[in-house]
């Protein structure tokens, strides 16, 4: 598997519930970072999360990291319609300069049914 | 709330042409990245630039192109010789501190290679 890769691939919840996206790495981080995309759009930041953090909330979401199973997950609670959009894991390496880029995940695409 | 631009939003050129992508970095920001995505596929990493040089690039970042900063606000990528491959959404990042910090994309620009 790739750094920064995220599963499942595709989830189709009904509004309301809680939806659960995963993301996994494979090299020493310094921090993990989660964005939504819509469709054919940028990319908005959701939250940082540190190595040395193991949760973080921010409104209805909920990230936490495990940095010892190379693994983050992120939970949005009581989904929306507007919730659905593609949700993306970029990872900072540990080791990297101060100005590495990210390295991406190829994603999560969540649909929200009314 | 500051934000990274970009221009043009959409831009369409001919195979050989060259392009010349433009972005405002959010104004208080010290490194300054370029992104490509391939439609369908992850968002990659091209380069990032800091102290106004190249900090780090990768692979993708031939000798085809290149970036620039121009003046205290804009930051350029230019591709010299378009090729129908270049064709994908690019997205510009700013951060105030780095690797240890939130990186904020622009909306990206649309570059169609025909």
């Known amino acids: 598997s790739q750094q920064g890769e995220e599963d499942p691939q595709a989830l189709s919840i009904q509004e309301g519930e809680n939806a659960t996206m995963n993301c996994s790495y494979k090299?020493?981080?310094?921090?993990l970072q989660w964005y939504r995309q819509n469709s054919g759009r940028g990319l908005v930041h959701l939250i940082l999360?540190?190595?040395?953090?193991r949760e973080k909330h921010s409104g209805r979401l909920r990230v936490t990291l495990d940095t010892s199973k190379k693994s983050s997950s992120l939970l949005i609670t009581a989904s929306r319609a507007a919730d659905t959009a593609s949700y993306f894991c970029?990872?900072?390496?540990?080791?990297?300069?101060?100005?590495?880029?990210?390295?991406f995940g190829k994603g999560t695409h969540l649909i929200i049914q009314p | 709330e500051p934000e990274v631009t970009q221009t043009p939003s959409h831009q369409v050129t001919q195979m050989g042409q060259e392009v010349i992508l433009r972005c405002v970095p959010i104004?208080?920001?010290?490194?300054f990245y370029w992104y490509r995505q391939i439609l369908g596929q992850k968002v990659e990493f091209l380069v990032s630039?800091?102290?106004?040089?190249?900090?780090?690039k990768s692979e993708i970042f031939d000798d085809q192109f290149s970036v620039e900063r121009p003046d205290g606000s804009n930051f350029t990528l230019k591709i010299r010789s378009t090729k129908l491959e270049d064709s994908a959404m690019y997205f510009c990042?700013?951060?105030?501190?780095?690797?240890?910090?939130?990186?904020?994309f622009g909306p990206g620009t649309r570059l169609t290679v025909l």
């Open positions: 090299t020493s981080i310094n921090n």
């Open positions: 630039f800091y102290n106004n040089e190249i900090s780090e």
């Open positions: 990042a700013s951060t105030r501190l780095g690797g240890t910090d939130t990186q904020y």
């Open positions: 999360i540190r190595s040395n953090e």
């Open positions: 104004s208080n920001h010290l490194y």
């Open positions: 970029a990872t900072a390496r540990l080791a990297g300069g101060g100005a590495d880029g990210l390295t």
